[in-house]
């Protein structure tokens, strides 16, 4: 004899208020975090071009370089133009097209390091530490854009730290209901290739600037799909609950 269905609440609008709460809470949490995210990218490989506002220029610089400058030049005149005064920025800009010599460096170019980078540069981890010579010599070189290091390193960082938001997002989002079977899975397993796309278009670009479009396909496609996830989670754990109507239904058993 077939036996009853024992999880019919297993759905976001059956779902208890303290599962909606803790659900609810994670969600909050990581979409304040994925707007941040959002800001921090707009500010700094956002400003690659010198312009506000992320372009596929951005992306070139950042990953393949701008190859006609130095990475000083490029983020002096981008990401870093609101740092110090036009006057200094100039000075090290030439001091980098001359040649980036240690005789200027100790003679002057040390001290306007010192007093318009240091609080930042040299004291706050995962920034260039530009106050030791050794280590701005080599960013005033052309600019051959993300190091093969620091690839690695973001890489793996994404890949793990975002690849577990998308999970537990996912496994949220899968307790919906009258979402077509298809769109379900879809968009629960999009974000992670859009991720995947992004990463290996970073080391693409690093290479070839054209890859560059599949960076920008990459992090909208998973941004939308993500987008989709929390507004569909929210809308069904605190709208349809108070609908009169009740969903017995296990999202698990199709």
């Not at 983020?75 to 000075?91: F, H, V």
Request: net charge neutral.
């Amino acid at each position: 004899m077939k036996q009853p269905n024992k999880t019919t609440w297993l759905n976001l609008p059956s779902l208890g208020l303290s599962i909606r709460m803790l659900f609810t809470g994670y969600l909050l949490a990581i979409g304040f975090g994925l707007v941040m995210a959002g800001a921090q990218i707009l500010l700094t490989h956002g400003m690659a071009d010198g312009k506000l506002g992320l372009s596929l220029d951005d992306i070139v610089y950042s990953y393949y370089g701008n190859r006609g400058n130095s990475k000083l030049e490029s983020k002096l005149n981008g990401s870093m133009k609101d740092k110090a005064p036009e006057e200094i920025r100039a000075k090290l800009i030439h001091w980098a097209r001359d040649g980036a010599s240690k005789e200027a460096w100790e003679e002057e170019i040390k001290n306007d390091v010192s007093m318009y980078c240091s609080g930042c540069h040299g004291n706050i981890p995962g920034l260039a530490a530009i106050t030791k010579y050794e280590v701005i010599k080599e960013i005033a070189n052309t600019d051959q854009g993300a190091s093969v290091d620091s690839l690695t390193r973001v890489s793996h960082i994404h890949l793990f730290g975002i690849g577990f938001i998308f999970f537990i997002m996912g496994f949220i989002f899968s307790f919906s209901v009258g979402v077509p079977k298809w769109l379900k899975e879809a968009a629960i397993l999009l974000p992670f290739i859009f991720l995947i796309l992004d990463i290996i278009s970073w080391w693409l670009t690093k290479w070839y600037a054209g890859f560059a479009w599949f960076t920008m396909i990459g992090g909208i496609g998973y941004s939308l799909a993500s987008s989709f996830m929390w507004i569909t989670s929210m809308y069904q754990m605190w709208v349809m609950p108070y609908n009169g109507i009740d969903y017995k239904v296990n999202t698990w058993e199709d």
